[in-house]
Every structure is written in C-alpha cells, then in structure tokens.
C-alpha cells in the first residue's frame, strides 16, 4: 500500500511489527522516498602493497582508522565502523523564519546550510550535504574522545560507488515508533592519510579522562586493512547486534565493511586472482563465516552489486563465495566429529 505523506508512512511502520512487516511497507520506493534521508562516513587509510607471497604479507603495511562505537542509551558496545554517521537536515520552512545571522549560525552543524553569494542557503546538491556530514560527524565522534586537534584533508576523499544502497536496518529492526525516523542512503568515502595521523588519533584516544561524558564512542583504533576484512559474520559474543553479531568487533554496518573490501581491491589492481586468494587466506583463519551474502542483502543488493562496488567480475565474486562456503563447510564437519 502507498502512503501520500511522510506522516502516514510512519504510522504505519509505527503499527506494523518489527521486521518483514516494516520491510514490506518500504519496499514500495513512494513510501520510502516520503521518509528517506542520507548518511555519510569516511575510512582513513594509510600505506600500500609490498612484495611477498602471501597476500597477508603483502597487505601488512595497510592500516585503517575506525571508531569503536557505543550505544547511545546504554552505553555498551554497539559495532566498529568508520567515521561517520546520519546527515543532519533544515526544515525549509522554519529556516525562512530565520534571521540572516541565525541562518549563518547554523553552517557546520547543518549539512544542508551554506554560505552562497555572501548569503546563508539551503542546499539539496547531495555531493555538497555528502561531504559537510562526514565533515561534522568526524568533529562530534573525534571530540567524543577528547580529540579536538586534528589535520585530516577532507577535499581529497573519494566516494566509493555504491548507487541505491539502503541503511533501513533501524527504523525497519530497531525503531520503538516514538519520534522522527528515517530510511538512509549512505555515502561511503575513502581518505589516504599519513601513519602517523592514525597513530596519533588512537593514541590520543586511548585516554579514557578525555573522553566527554556520554561520549557514544569507545575509541579510535588504527586496525590492519587484511584484519578489518575479516569483522563481519562473526555471530557470538557476550554483547550482541540485534542480529546476533559481536557488538565488540563486528563491523555494526555492512556498508561500511564492503567500503574496506573496495579499498583492498583498489589497492591490488582489482586482480580477480589475487581477491580470490585473498578471501581464501582470511578464512582460512576465521572461524566464522565471511560471506558477503547477508551484507549484499541488508543493503538491498545482491553479489552483482557486490562485484560492482569491487570492479571485479560477477565470477570472481561467486569464486570468492565458494572459497568461504568451502571453509565454512570443512570447519562445521570437524566441528560434528
């Protein structure tokens, strides 16, 4: 059933139970784009492929930055991920109410607020919204942790193509029906930065005393790119997703993990061979199962979609998948004896 306003869309999901119900009704692109707002994150990474035989040994100097996250409301782990989070967005009308000062007072804090022609304006230019919302979240998560001296060169991100992806995991799974929900197109972005940026956020970050309070961030962690490939599926744990991942080492979104992978593949030459090896050496020791399966599914795509985003071929992708179900199959066996 469509719904003709943003209101009507939300009471129903507000009325329908959590999960398939709520899916149904933002299968519909009209319910959804009544409600649909973006997201936007940024991995920061540093280093390049070296020789060697195995590919863990070619990847050993790539590291990545990620934010260990925390609940809002309950302050435990909730999943690591990249620096990021949800746009923040102007009421067009209420903005008209402003005054020209009052208006300007809002450029950093709203993504969609710029200065044009030595005037405050509203914005709908996405590149534009994209780019001030890894801009902002990055300053709220990284002051979360008492940092509030950084350099990262933000005019030289580059997005990862990933065109029509949905993040609709909260308000389909989690949300309790009370205020403001939104479905979310994420914006995915990778940033080259210097070794010693990723090591002074983390250590900087490492000090509990700096942290604001309440802060929703854990720390900073400057991770290994071939170990980062390995953080989702792992089901298990003491504190979990709401799917039953580890919410102390799971990536909590699939976007953000695939967004790992696209670098790993930008940086051995999108080489179908060497992915396949690759994913054959990281489950080979990871007694979970990687598959990008159920993270293709969770954005609303399939493995195509998945070969896309890694500029592979669809067969490399499938070769990839048998390579972990092979594993995963073998470790299950031994598992039974």
Same mark, same amino acid.
């Given at each position: 059933m469509? =719904?003709?306003?943003?209101? *009507?869309?939300?009471?129903?999901?507000?009325?329908?139970?959590?999960?398939?119900a709520? &899916?149904?009704?933002?299968a519909?692109?009209?319910?959804?784009?009544?409600?649909?707002?973006?997201?936007?994150?940024?991995?920061?990474?540093?280093?390049?492929?070296?020789? $060697?035989?195995?590919?863990?040994?070619?990847?050993?100097?790539?590291?990545?930055?990620?934010i260990a996250?925390?609940?809002?409301?309950?302050?435990?782990?909730?999943?690591?991920?990249?620096?990021?989070?949800?746009s923040?967005? #102007?009421?067009?009308?209420?903005?008209? #109410?402003?005054?020209?000062?009052?208006?300007?007072?809002?450029?950093?804090?709203?993504?969609?607020?710029?200065?044009?022609?030595?005037?405050?304006?509203?914005?709908?230019d996405?590149?534009?919204i994209?780019?001030?919302?890894?801009?902002?979240?990055?300053?709220?998560?990284?002051?979360?942790?008492?940092?509030? +001296?950084?350099?990262?060169?933000?005019?030289?991100?580059?997005?990862?193509?990933?065109?029509?992806?949905?993040?609709?995991? !909260?308000?389909?799974?989690?949300?309790?029906?009370?205020g403001?929900?939104w479905?979310?197109?994420p914006?995915?972005?990778?940033?080259?930065v210097?070794?010693?940026?990723l090591?002074?956020?983390?250590?900087?970050s490492?000090?509990?005393?700096?942290?604001?309070?309440?802060?929703?961030?854990?720390g !900073?962690?400057?991770?290994?790119? !071939?170990?980062?490939? @390995?953080?989702?599926?792992?089901?298990?744990g003491?504190?979990?997703? *709401? +799917?039953?991942?580890?919410?102390?080492?799971?990536?909590? =979104?699939?976007?953000?993990?695939?967004?790992?992978?696209?670098?790993?593949?930008?940086?051995? $030459?999108?080489?179908? /061979?060497?992915?396949?090896?690759?994913? &054959?050496?990281?489950?080979a020791? #990871?007694?979970?199962?990687?598959?990008?399966?159920p993270?293709?599914?969770?954005?609303?795509?399939?493995? /195509?979609?998945?070969?896309?985003v890694?500029?592979?071929?669809?067969?490399?992708?499938?070769a990839?998948?048998?390579?972990a179900?092979? =594993?995963?199959?073998?470790? @299950?066996?031994?598992?039974?004896?």
């Open positions: 469509s =719904y003709s306003s943003a209101q *009507e869309v939300l009471n129903a999901l507000k009325n329908a139970p959590k999960g398939q709520r &899916q149904q009704i933002l519909d692109s009209k319910n959804r784009d009544l409600i649909k707002s973006s997201g936007a994150n940024v991995t920061l990474f540093c280093g390049n492929v070296t020789s $060697g035989k195995k590919l863990a040994e070619q990847m050993k100097n790539i590291y990545i930055g990620l996250r925390l609940n809002f409301k309950t302050s435990q782990p909730d999943g690591i991920g990249a620096l990021g989070g949800l923040e967005r #102007t009421d067009g009308a209420a903005f008209n #109410t402003l005054s020209e000062a009052e208006k300007r007072a809002l450029i950093a804090y709203k993504d969609d607020v710029i200065l044009q022609n030595g005037q405050a304006v509203l914005t709908t996405i590149n534009i994209r780019k001030n919302n890894v801009m902002r979240e990055t300053r709220e998560e990284l002051n979360n942790l008492g940092i509030y +001296d950084y350099d990262i060169p933000f005019n030289k991100m580059q997005l990862v193509k990933m065109p029509d992806i949905k993040d609709d995991n !909260f308000i389909i799974n989690r949300w309790n029906g009370e403001m929900a479905a979310i197109t914006y995915c972005h990778l940033l080259e210097p070794e010693n940026l090591d002074c956020l983390a250590e900087n490492a000090d509990i005393n700096r942290h604001e309070h309440n802060s929703e961030a854990a !900073f962690i400057k991770m290994p790119l !071939f170990e980062a490939l @390995k953080h989702y599926g792992n089901h298990g003491e504190i979990r997703l *709401e +799917d039953g991942r580890n919410a102390q080492s799971d990536y909590r =979104y699939p976007h953000e993990w695939l967004a790992a992978w696209s670098l790993a593949s930008n940086l051995l $030459g999108h080489d179908d /061979n060497k992915l396949i090896a690759l994913k &054959q050496e990281l489950q020791q #990871t007694p979970w199962h990687i598959t990008f399966k993270a293709a599914e969770k954005m609303g795509k399939d493995l /195509n979609f998945v070969a896309e890694l500029n592979v071929k669809p067969e490399t992708i499938s990839m998948e048998n390579v179900d092979n =594993y995963a199959l073998l470790s @299950k066996a031994q598992n039974l004896r």
